[in-house]
């Protein structure tokens, strides 16, 4: 297979590369893309490297050991425009290069989902944008809600609350599902009466249509059994609240260590869920090619192709959630480095259930303008009944 992700790992710290290359072919699993996808260079082979593939650099190690060949490495890899996260385990300053200063590092102690996800985010192969949304009753985790609001925002989500996160003079409830068709995950704040709100009863029913991986956190007094054969759930105890306990529903919170492991939930969960999501909407494509006799076939870095009678390729991309121009420009720029072979179109496939309709309408406004097309789900059988 010729075109490869290129993981360049700098620097001497070893025990940290393996368990990230691990991690990182667990990644490429939940992706469903074939591990042999995934290069791992470093300063022996770094004449593997190509400049016309993606890639994605690592430097971990310490600057008092530099090289003058790593910092060539690392200079080359800036020129040719590669994201380099510096990973250090005690210090920055200690630990990384002046000439790094001025990138963001990552301590690598108990952030390896974290960046494992940072260069599947560099891939392209998830999402850029970390959208979650909270699910909740205001009346008894409002302030919890707000708590892991602000935590995953410092950890670089992007997070919808309803009271935080809609504009005054908004269509509430169309924002509200607007914004849930758009986000990675679910964060369901399960409490004993959630379930017998009619809005929360709602959102968990959206949330199932439009396949939305939801996580689940059910309070102590919550029946567990409810909810057990859920993939993603995690049982809050007692001791998961700083004092004054759970009950108190106006000023409970959180401790540091649960939060922590919220995160990792929701990190370790992201991947699969965007994976499931997109899987879902390949098969409903694929499924109208066959019902219209039309031959469709679908590549390892999912996306599907479709064989014109001239030899040229229609290229079908599906999109998880609302489509946006930048979305556009990616497509467009990965499949230029992916095929050597002349591409007729290339058309981003969405699932427009629960998408306002003004977004609807630029969308189409779009089409009429940029090279790269989109197609709502509706219009699968249309597109293929034509041909």
């Not at 004092?243 to 699969?272: N, Y």
């Amino acid at each position: 297979m010729k075109y490869k992700y290129q993981l360049i790992l700098i620097g001497e710290n070893e025990k940290f590369f393996k368990s990230l290359e691990l991690e990182l072919q667990n990644g490429f699993d939940e992706l469903k893309i074939i591990s042999d996808a995934l290069k791992i260079i470093k300063e022996d082979n770094i004449d593997d490297y190509s400049g016309g593939q993606p890639a994605f650099v690592i430097y971990a190690g310490n600057k008092n050991n530099l090289t003058d060949k790593q910092k060539e490495i690392i200079e080359k890899q800036k020129l040719d425009g590669n994201i380099i996260l510096p990973v250090f385990e005690k210090s920055f300053t200690d630990e990384i290069p002046d000439f790094l200063s001025n990138q963001n590092g990552v301590p690598f102690n108990g952030n390896l989902l974290k960046i494992k996800n940072i260069v599947l985010e560099g891939f392209e192969l998830l999402r850029k944008n970390r959208k979650l949304f909270i699910s909740y009753k205001r009346a008894e985790s409002s302030n919890i809600a707000i708590q892991l609001y602000e935590f995953l925002e410092r950890n670089n989500f992007d997070v919808f609350i309803d009271t935080h996160s809609i504009d005054k003079g908004e269509e509430f409830q169309e924002e509200l599902w607007h914004r849930m068709t758009d986000c990675d995950l679910i964060l369901m704040l399960n409490t004993k009466e959630f379930l017998n709100s009619e809005w929360c009863k709602q959102e968990l029913d959206k949330a199932h249509l439009k396949r939305i991986g939801i996580v689940h956190l059910l309070w102590p007094d919550c029946d567990f059994e409810d909810f057990a054969h859920l993939a993603f759930s995690k049982k809050l105890q007692n001791k998961d609240f700083e004092k004054p306990i759970f009950s108190d529903l106006t000023k409970g919170r959180l401790t540091a260590e649960i939060l922590a492991e919220i995160l990792d939930l929701v990190e370790s969960s992201r991947a699969r869920n965007l994976a499931s999501r997109q899987d879902w909407l390949i098969a409903d494509f694929i499924q109208a090619a066959n019902d219209n006799n039309v031959d469709v076939n679908l590549q390892y870095s999912r996306y599907i192709t479709q064989r014109l009678e001239n030899g040229k390729l229609k290229v079908y991309i599906p999109t998880v959630g609302i489509p946006q121009s930048i979305n556009c420009h990616n497509s467009q720029k990965l499949i230029k480095q992916i095929e050597d072979k002349e591409i007729e179109s290339i058309t981003l496939i969405y699932d427009e259930l629960s998408i306002r309709n003004y977004w609807l309408e630029h969308l189409d406004w779009l089409n009429e303008y940029l090279d790269v097309k989109t197609l709502k789900k509706s219009d699968f059988n249309t597109v293929f009944s034509k041909l």
